[in-house]
């Protein structure tokens, strides 16, 4: 009898048989694409006391289809002042889950800083640039609205660049994620209040 050689592609299910009858053996290769939770990322509004806010959350799956997603929060929620985190999950017609999360800050006055600034906190903390060069980065961003502290005015007189040290030890605990976004500011609206 002819050995005859069997070759089966299965793409939808990306396993791919290659050899002879006898000696079949498969080669797994995902191509599988996750489900995919979409928001608005994370929202900033301006309030003195807790109060409602309008979010969207869709979800659709590896072929693109719209598929139910809930979150331990709604529309209707009221929010706190501070920070909240809104925790979502979408399941796939297959079981797979999928999940994500997105922060509410509710406030009358929001810290808003860029994520890069810890890169060159980082170096600052590091000895690796000057007092007198992160102070002028710390300007230019308050001058170009990137960075926005609140009730902060962009000093004139730069003065000597004199860091204390314990602003120095809360740059680097911000840096490793110890202390928040608002508590670093403190230390940014000191500096920039002294010049």
């Known amino acids: 009898m002819q050995n005859k050689t069997l070759i089966v592609f299965a793409v939808s299910s990306a396993v791919f048989f290659v050899g002879n009858v006898s000696d079949v053996f498969a080669v797994e290769q995902s191509t599988m694409i996750?489900?995919?939770?979409?928001?608005?990322?994370?929202?900033?509004?301006?309030?003195?006391?807790?109060?409602?806010?309008?979010?969207?959350?869709?979800?659709?799956?590896e072929f693109n289809n719209p598929i139910p997603v809930e979150c331990d929060k709604t529309s209707k929620t009221i929010f706190q002042t501070g920070k909240t985190t809104v925790r979502c999950m979408a399941v796939d017609s297959f079981g797979s889950e999928t999940r994500d999360s997105f922060v509410i800050t509710v406030g009358y006055e929001i810290v808003q800083i860029p994520n890069w600034l810890k890169q060159i906190t980082q170096f600052w903390t590091s000895d690796n640039i000057s007092n007198a060069q992160y102070f002028q980065t710390l300007n230019f961003l308050l001058d170009e609205q990137i960075l926005h502290v609140?009730?902060?005015?962009?000093?004139?007189?730069?003065?000597?660049?004199?860091?204390?040290?314990?602003?120095?030890?809360?740059?680097?605990?911000w840096t490793k994620g110890d202390l928040s976004d608002d508590e670093f500011s403190i230390g940014i609206q000191w500096m920039l209040d002294q010049k």
């Open 150 to 173: 609140p009730y902060t005015k962009t000093p004139k007189n730069n003065g000597g660049h004199e860091i204390p040290i314990w602003i120095k030890i809360n740059a680097e605990k």
């Open 34 to 61: 996750n489900s995919k939770i979409i928001t608005n990322g994370d929202l900033y509004v301006k309030s003195k006391t807790p109060i409602q806010v309008p979010f969207s959350v869709t979800a659709i799956d």
